[in-house]
């Protein structure tokens, strides 16, 4: 038996969740991101609400043709990506 009290310690974070996150920035495009096939975004991001952000969606219109959803997953603690077309 040891000669040390034992002490268990629990600690139990609580956030209230005070609505959907904000947007990210406006994107920004920098001369030199920018090649014949690749274009890329960079932003930053704004309050989560206390709402864990799990990720990125990306989307793109060419021209005057449709939105479209690029598939690539982007992780929330991603500040930029590169479109490739």
Known sequence: MSR???????????YTVTG???PPTQPQI???QVTERQVTINWQPSSDGFGPIRNYTVQVQQDDNEWRT???????NATSYTITG
């Open 30 to 32: 920098m001369d030199t």
């Open 4 to 14: 040390y009290p034992r002490f268990l310690l629990i600690l139990i974070s609580l």
């Open 20 to 22: 959907e996150p904000d």
């Open 70 to 76: 690029e598939t690539a997953y982007i992780m929330f």
